[in-house]
């Protein structure tokens, strides 16, 4: 075992574990805290995949900002300190569980069947100054995209301070 | 790589016109401080016009089929173009009296609502998956805020919170889907993805197996765009609580979006798949219409009604697509089926829509029952209200039946016999709930003191032209004919630029 | 001087060579960079502890007091003795308190504060890791402090905690938007995000090509590390002690130094951004002096804001960010943008700009940026005039003044 | 294709004078007006009649051919032409229609101004259904009269109304959505609407599976339309509910809609398919008969008993069609008489039915404005009290029953003759409904309404107003003429059925 | 070329997604699901850069998705919170089961 694969493994683990945590927690607060393993050990799987500048990106959007907001937007609600959390699931959760877990086996199972039928290339991607190539593909190939990603955001922006601004 | 901005200003103008116009909508919002000023609105609809007529020019002009940064300028895109932005148009003229008579925030709503139109034209033309899911969650997010743009009413919030959360793991489906489309073929765009499955069958067996599920997952995520049953549960709620001119838009222009998506992704991306979509469009389209056309039977909202209504009109379109069969003659190929239909829906599905704003805006009501004696009270907008019914329930002379005309033609022509069956005796369940409808208008006396139903003007227009456009088409379907035929062509190789 | 100014990197190299001997060169590599992690982590440490002696010194120099004078000379070893204080104090855990969020929390707070001096480089070539994407690093890397400071103020079980916890974030949240945008300003003039990059062209310090810009990101960090005029968070008089009110001893005092040494840091980042960062000025002191002296400068303008300046209400300084700071971040980079197209400092990753070309462009950028300040002036007269207005009427002696006034 | 669109005119005719109604304001002016604009339509109908030499016209060939193109996209045409089979149908709607809306303005005081632009609106879907030789134009009008039925029923209906308004409008729509899946498909595979064009023409690459859906498809629309038992169902609802004018049109021209859509279109487009079919069509139509005979004489509603004897009056001319659709592969000079016989037969049927059962329906509405009720075990007795009523009363139920000398005999007897030559077996069967007509009618309204004891309760029933003589007098008239002198009919019939047969042959 | 092979992350992404789901599907707190839908995106992030490290060679492609999904994550839990919090104001609740105005 090299150790890329240890870190891989390690990373791996935290990432599900705290995913497992985080939808079996009772306190929404804790749940929260567990997502933010869970990015974490994405944005370390992302550094080990040769894409440093998500990793970061991963730990500046989904943990300084997303989760953020979450954890905020759980103490704006009622279980704020998190000490009387009432049930956690719907009535439904077992039904859940199993359409998860089926899913999760069909798409391992198929996982396994594709094997190496992937098309993989036989060089790793070229990586050296990646946020300029970013950048310019931004400008570029990627140009339409990336406007439209800026009128989510202004929608996106617009729309959240129409619904919650008090008058 | 060599950008020529002068075309690319040309063959997006519809696109720039939209943005520019929202943005300086947002910015004139803040110079009013008069929330009812005719400014705002006069500027939208001048936005929409420009961008309508400026889609109208390509479609005159017939540019040359390119693909601009994973946008696709084709004849498909040009067609979906002027339903996005009609639809707008008449949303817009039935918003201006609601909006303003409900919420604080009407330069936004304008701003939005010519942004869920970009979002609209972006997602038919788009032409690489990134753009694709961009484009489709653009329209998404905006239509969630516009469906919970009441702020203070519960219905609204609680209409928009269950369309997000639905729409949200619908959509996180489709992505899977689209993250192994892309890992099986090493490419997002949509033409090289179809490129990649004609290399030779020995070599990627294994990822057979990969694509199909993945389809699967992509038909989760457009399925709930165009309210597809098992994918549908959000619209009712969202419908019932959006406000009424965005449930119009919602069942007209975000659903002729998912269809235009559905199209390209099908018949673009993944032609290799046919006989694996195919059947499951077959299956969804007959759960959708049967579903849909039996729950609207026990309605007694509105908008309930119409919600449910339109999935099962999604039904009836989907069927098309299920019928696509790519060397046919026109209408037999079934994609310009879908292209008629979707038009006939525009005009009819969004009358039924501005009828209800109309008589929402008159009454404060949309309970199905308090249509009673309507032809006393309106008796105008009682008969637009059975042509756009009729229409809806494909009985000639109307638009609606000139869609299923095709639809059914296509559905035929391919052999699909039961599913054809299934479509027709759906229709005819559908009349009981549409005439029930008519009914309350027609056959109930009218309440003690009920006053005649005002109309506001702008409303009137836009239900003229709704009513105009089902009948003629209805009548004389020959240039929509052509329009779909037309449109129906799409880029197989397109040049990047 | 040579010799001087690549002392550190000397010794390390020798320290390198010297255990090469002995093990294999990956081992030696990784033995290198967990050293040069203690070592940076350890002068964090002692110069934050210095620096809150500082602090106590200037302000109350300030106050015309004469500050911590009893332990030791000049009270040199009151840090120390604080330092013992708190790590000898009984460690109280609130029964109330989720225990391990609670306990996590304050560890948490100090991890990414540190976590920020990996790629600050401190002299010429002095730096742990010179990331191609440093600057991003260093965003992301601050971003996470929040969630330590909410994590403390709910575990706390207390309701000021709480308040404190969500107001910090809040705070942060809101002031790393202006942050990020002149950041953006910067990051169009050098085109790169690595920051030695940075370090490299700035010839002329950035501080004279974009004062404003220096101005916005100077206001920002500080409410962005919560320092006075911006420590609403922990204000005594508002809310105890905001989300460390149930923190004592040990935790209390890593929480502690985690502001401290993210003040520091982003005294550091300053200095790299807008004072040229290691490069000499004047006197040909070694470069990491330089640092060490730029940054000590900016430490005490810090010292200088809170001897002088009131504390802000929570809304004015939400106001502040939002209403002000952020559009006029967003103009200065469109500015900044339509400046670097006609006079562009960088390009293709080599400096374009030689001597006395400095001069025109440092004026071009100077003179824009004090033209950009006065159209904001112009442009906010009348709402700071409205607000001032308001701010009279709402003090209940205002108001039967202008009552008097009127019935006169 | 030149002159006057005569047929045109003839169709629209009515939509022009329905918006006309729309303009009017006043209610006496729109009855005046509706009653001589439906007039003139019929004058115009009258005329065609006589401008139709059926006789001169070949196999496939039609008068006051129209076509022009409608939707070049899909091969549409706007093609419109008659023959002997149509003209007579034609008139007899012009004919109906104006003595319901005579009628009519007597009765309804009530949403007058609908009343009359909705009754037009019919008349525009009927002639249309008998003119068009489109196959899409054809369905376009057969749907459009669904609409405004619908709304007579719905509004100006009985105390059921609702729901054997919707009862009609989904039974017909769901036979006819499954006729237009057969449309599609005989487009799909002929490239053409033109119902002058596909008789002859190989349907489906003659795949047989597919050719019998299309045929089951079309049939089923037309069998409920008929009605044929077992689709018969809303046939009994709707014609109680309707006002009086409304069954009168239902029963005398809706009903000829499906059995001229047998004629027009099964017989001639799927000639092999229905002969091998036609004993599944022809034993339904002997349980049509016998079954609408049986359930009438259950019945205790004057309206619903006449409607019940409508299935089993129907249930002839469908015998006399299946009769036909046996023998079609048969050049035997005598079957091909027999088969003509049924034929014109069945036609004759739908005429003579038209003119009774139009008269009978009156008949009722009379008796239901004056003692609103039509419960036939309240009456007894009335042949003293109203003379007038009775003596239109028994005419027109002796023709129903079929007597001889009057236009039912006719038409029944010439359906057995051809049909006893062709299907022996069945035919005979199809006799005793006859029987049972004559005992139904008998007993049940001539002797217990008009004989037996009189109830005191109607001894001051008012005997027939001026309007309703006025009405019915025309129909008397005419199936008593059609009964001694039915030639002039017969020959025009004649003509058409035989270049119908002749086109198949 | 990489040690680990590329169907280790695709697995461990399918089961991120599946836990996801079922986070998503049982959950009664909104923002349960919410957090839910978050762990299904970070799942298909883990399939684009592992496809673009592995099987894209030449293109940003698989990157460029990611960060679009990034974006496009943020926007929605925007405007989700904020939704949240004007349900929270209208109907004193964020639980599911009990936004029920409206038929499901």
């Known amino acids: ?167 | ?497 | 001087m040579q010799q001087l100014d690549r002392l550190f990197i000397l010794i390390g190299d020798w320290f390198h060579s010297l255990l090469a001997q002995w093990l294999p060169e990956p081992v030696v590599s990784a033995i290198g960079m967990l050293l040069s992690a203690l070592i940076i982590m350890t002068i964090a440490a002692v110069t934050m502890l210095y620096m809150t002696y500082l602090e106590r010194k200037v302000v109350a120099r300030i106050q015309d007091r004469i500050g911590p004078n009893r332990v030791g000379p000049f009270g040199l070893l009151q840090p120390l003795a604080d330092g013992i204080k708190m790590f000898t104090k009984e460690m109280i855990v609130p029964t109330q308190a989720h225990k391990v969020v609670y306990n996590i929390a304050p560890v948490l707070a100090v991890t990414p504060a540190m976590m920020a001096f990996a790629v600050i480089p401190f002299g010429r070539d002095m730096v742990a890791s010179d990331l191609d994407i440093g600057l991003l690093y260093l965003i992301a890397v601050s971003s996470v402090t929040e969630i330590a400071i909410v994590m403390g103020g709910w575990a706390s079980r207390n309701k000021y905690s709480l308040l404190g916890g969500m107001r910090a974030a809040a705070q942060m949240l809101s002031y790393e938007i202006p942050m990020v945008l002149v950041l953006l300003s910067l990051v169009l003039m050098v085109g790169s995000l690595r920051l030695s990059d940075f370090v490299d062209v700035q010839t002329v310090p950035f501080i004279l090509l974009q004062p404003f810009a220096f101005i916005v990101f100077l206001i920002s960090a500080a409410a962005e590390v919560a320092r006075s005029p911006f420590d609403i968070p922990e204000a005594e008089s508002e809310l105890i002690a905001g989300y460390h009110t149930e923190y004592g001893g040990m935790r209390f005092a890593l929480f502690q130094m985690a502001e401290f040494v993210a003040a520091l840091g982003m005294a550091c980042i300053m200095v790299t951004l807008f004072l040229g960062g290691w490069r000499s000025w004047i006197i040909p002191l070694p470069s990491w002096l330089w640092f060490v002296i730029k940054t000590f400068i900016l430490i005490n303008v810090w010292f200088w804001f809170r001897g002088t300046f009131p504390r802000l209400r929570i809304d004015q300084l939400q106001a502040l960010a939002w209403k002000f700071l952020v559009p006029a971040s967003l103009l200065h980079a469109i500015m900044t943008a339509v400046l670097v197209t006609f006079f562009p400092l960088v390009k293709d990753g080599q400096l374009v700009v030689q001597g006395a070309e400095w001069l025109t462009t440092t004026v071009v950028y100077f003179v824009a940026n004090v033209v950009l300040l006065f159209v904001l002036m112009l442009l906010y007269r009348p709402y700071v005039r409205r607000t001032v207005r308001q701010l009279r009427v709402a003090t209940p002696a205002a108001a039967a003044r202008q009552q008097e006034v009127q019935a006169a | ?505 | ?104």
């Open chain 2, 1 to 497: 790589m060599q950008i020529n901005w002068a075309d690319t200003s040309f063959l997006l103008a519809p696109e720039i016109l939209l943005t520019v116009g929202a943005l300086i909508v947002l910015v004139l919002d803040l110079l009013i401080e008069d929330d009812t000023s005719p400014v705002l609105p006069g500027f939208t609809l001048l936005a929409l016009v420009s961008a309508f007529g400026a889609a109208a020019a390509h479609l005159v002009t017939g540019v040359d089929d390119v693909a601009l940064f994973m946008f696709a300028a084709d004849p498909l895109t040009h067609f979906f173009r002027l339903l996005g932005i009609g639809t707008a148009l008449l949303v817009l003229l039935v918003s201006v009296n609601y909006v303003q008579a409900r919420s604080k925030h009407t330069g936004e709503f304008y701003s939005l609502l010519l942004w869920v139109t970009l979002a609209v034209v972006l997602v038919a033309g788009a032409h690489d998956l990134i753009l694709l899911y961009l484009a489709f969650e653009f329209l998404s997010i905006t239509s969630y805020v516009l469906v919970g743009w009441l702020r203070d009413d519960a219905r609204s919030n609680e209409g928009a919170m269950k369309y997000l959360l639905f729409g949200a793991i619908s959509s996180a489906l489709m992505l899977y889907g689209m993250s192994l489309l892309y890992g099986a073929t090493g490419t997002t765009r949509l033409t090289e993805i179809a490129a990649f499955f004609t290399i030779p069958e020995t070599q990627i067996t294994g990822l057979y197996s990969i694509v199909v599920p993945a389809l699967v997952f992509l038909l989760a995520g457009i399925g709930f765009k165009i309210s597809l049953v098992p994918f549908h549960q959000w619209a009712p709620d969202a419908y019932e609580g959006a406000p009424t001119p965005v449930a119009a838009f919602l069942s007209v222009g975000s659903k002729s979006a998912g269809f235009a998506v559905l199209a390209r992704v099908l018949l673009e991306a993944m032609p290799a798949f046919q006989e694996h979509w195919t059947s499951l469009l077959v299956v969804l389209s007959i759960l959708t219409m049967t579903l849909g056309n039996l729950v609207a039977l026990r309605q007694t909202n509105m908008k309930r009604l119409l919600a449910y209504s339109s999935i099962a009109q999604a039904g009836y379109i989907l069927m098309g697509l299920a019928a696509y069969s790519a060397g046919a003659t026109f209408p037999a190929d079934g994609l310009s089926g879908v292209l008629i239909y979707l038009v006939a829906y525009l005009f009819t599905n969004v009358g039924v829509f501005i009828g209800a704003v109309i008589f929402e805006q008159a009454t404060g009501s949309v309970a199905i029952s308090d249509y009673a004696g309507l032809i006393r009270r309106s008796p105008w907008l009682a008969f637009t209200f059975v042509v756009f019914f009729l229409s809806l329930a494909g009985l000639p002379p109307t638009a609606g039946f000139v869609g299923k005309l095709a639809v059914f033609y296509a559905t035929v022509a391919k052999g699909l016999y039961f599913l054809a069956i299934i479509g027709v005796l759906n229709s005819v369940v559908s009349v009981y709930y549409y005439f029930n409808v008519i009914r309350q208008m027609f056959f109930m006396p009218a309440p003690e003191g009920a006053e005649r139903v005002r109309m506001p003007a702008s409303m009137g227009l836009a239900l003229a032209i709704s009513f105009v456009g089902t009948l003629l088409i209805g009548f004389y379907p020959e240039p929509f004919l052509n329009l779909a035929n037309m449109s129906r062509d799409f880029i197989s190789a397109l040049p990047l630029l």
């Open chain 1, 1 to 167: 075992m090299t150790l890329e694969q240890g870190i891989f493994i390690l990373a791996s683990l935290l990432m599900l574990g705290s995913a497992l945590a985080m939808v079996t927690a009772r306190s929404m607060f804790v749940a929260a805290l567990w997502m933010i393993g869970t990015f974490a050990g994405v944005a370390v799987l992302f550094i080990l995949l040769n894409a440093g500048f998500l990793g970061i990106v991963q730990i500046l959007i989904y943990i300084g900002a997303i989760a953020v907001l979450i954890l905020f937007a759980i103490m704006l609600t009622p279980d704020v300190m998190g000490l009387k959390p009432g049930p956690r699931y719907t009535g439904q959760w077992p039904l859940a569980a199993v359409m998860a877990s089926t899913l999760a086996a069909v798409i391992v199972l198929l996982l396994v069947r594709a094997g190496n039928d992937w098309h993989i290339a036989d060089a790793a991607p070229n990586v050296t100054d990646f946020a300029v190539q970013l950048g310019e593909a931004f400008m570029t190939t990627y140009l339409l995209p990336f406007e439209v990603a800026s009128g989510v955001l202004l929608v996106a922006l617009i729309g959240a301070l129409v619904i919650v601004r008090d008058e």
């Open chain 5, 1 to 104: 070329m990489s040690s680990i092979p590329l169907n280790w992350y695709l697995i461990v992404a399918a089961l991120l997604f599946c836990i996801g789901l079922f986070g998503a599907l049982s959950r009664r707190s909104a923002i349960g699901i919410l957090m839910g839908i978050e762990l299904m995106l970070n799942a298909v992030n883990i399939n684009l850069v592992a496809f673009w490290r592995y099987v894209e060679v030449d293109g940003l492609a698989g990157q460029m998705f990611a960060i679009v999904v990034i974006t496009v994550a943020a926007a929605e839990a925007a405007v989700a919170l904020a939704l949240v919090r004007a349900l929270y104001r209208s109907r004193d609740t964020v639980t599911v089961e009990e936004i029920d105005l409206l038929k499901w």
């Open chain 4, 1 to 505: 294709m030149n002159g006057l669109p005569i047929l045109s005119i003839i169709t629209f005719a009515p939509l022009v004078a329905a918006l006309v109604v729309l303009l009017l304001n006043n209610e006496r002016a729109i009855k005046t007006w509706s009653v001589v604009s439906s007039f003139v339509i019929f004058l115009l109908t009258l005329w065609l009649w006589f401008a139709v030499d059926p006789k001169a016209l070949g196999p496939g060939e039609f008068a006051f051919l129209e076509e022009y193109s409608w939707i070049p996209a899909i091969n549409v045409f706007y093609r419109m032409g008659v023959d002997g089979l149509s003209v007579p149908l034609i008139t007899l709607t012009g004919l109906l229609t104006f003595l319901s809306i005579f009628y009519s303005t007597y009765v309804i005081n009530h949403r007058v101004k609908e009343y009359f632009f909705l009754f037009l609106f019919l008349e525009v879907g009927m002639f249309g259904v008998f003119t068009s030789l489109d196959y899409f134009l054809f369905y376009v009008f057969w749907e459009i009269g669904l609409v405004p039925m619908y709304f007579l029923i719905g509004i100006w209906g009985g105390p059921r109304r609702e729901y054997a308004a919707i009862k009609f409008f989904i039974y017909t729509l769901a036979g006819s959505v499954l006729m237009l899946l057969a449309i599609l498909g005989l487009y799909f595979s002929t490239g053409t609407f033109d119902l002058t064009a596909l008789p002859g023409q190989e349907l489906f690459g003659g795949n047989f599976v597919l050719k019998s859906l299309a045929f089951w498809g079309i049939f089923l629309a037309f069998a409920i339309k008929v009605p044929m038992w077992p689709f018969h169902t809303w046939l009994p609802d709707a014609h109680v509910e309707a006002p009086t004018a409304g069954s009168v049109i239902l029963a005398g021209i809706l009903l000829k809609l499906g059995g001229y859509g047998f004629l027009r279109i099964l017989m001639p487009i799927f000639p092999d398919v229905f002969n091998a079919y036609w004993p599944v069509v022809a034993v339904l139509a002997v349980i049509s008969i016998v079954y609408g005979a049986l359930v009438a004489m259950a019945q205790w509603d004057l309206k619903k008993l006449i409607a019940y004897s409508s299935v089993n009056h129907m249930g002839y001319a469908m015998l006399g069609i299946a009769a036909a659709a046996a023998t079609l592969n048969s050049s035997d000079p005598a079957v091909l008489d027999s088969r003509a016989i049924a034929v014109n037969g069945a036609i004759f049927q739908f005429i003579a039915h038209g003119l009774i059962t139009g008269a009978l329906f009156f008949l009722v509405g009379v008796i239901y404005e004056r003692a609103h009720t039509r419960d036939l075990k309240a009456f007894g007795g009335l042949g003293a009290v109203v003379p007038k009523y009775y003596a239109f009363m028994a005419a027109a139920t002796f023709a129903s029953l079929g007597l001889p000398g009057l236009a039912g005999f006719v038409s029944e007897f010439m359906v057995f003759r051809g049909a006893f030559a062709l299907i022996p077996y069945i035919a005979a069967i199809g006799v005793l409904g006859i029987v049972l007509t004559a005992a139904m009618y008998l007993w049940k309204i001539i002797q217990m309404v008009f004989l037996g004891p009189l109830n005191e309760k109607w001894k001051d029933l008012p005997d027939m107003h001026w309007w309703e003589i006025a009405t019915l007098t025309p129909l008397v008239i005419l199936f008593t003429l059609f009964g001694v002198y039915p030639k002039p009919i017969l020959d025009y019939v004649n003509a058409g059925v035989v270049a119908l047969l002749d086109l198949m042959s």
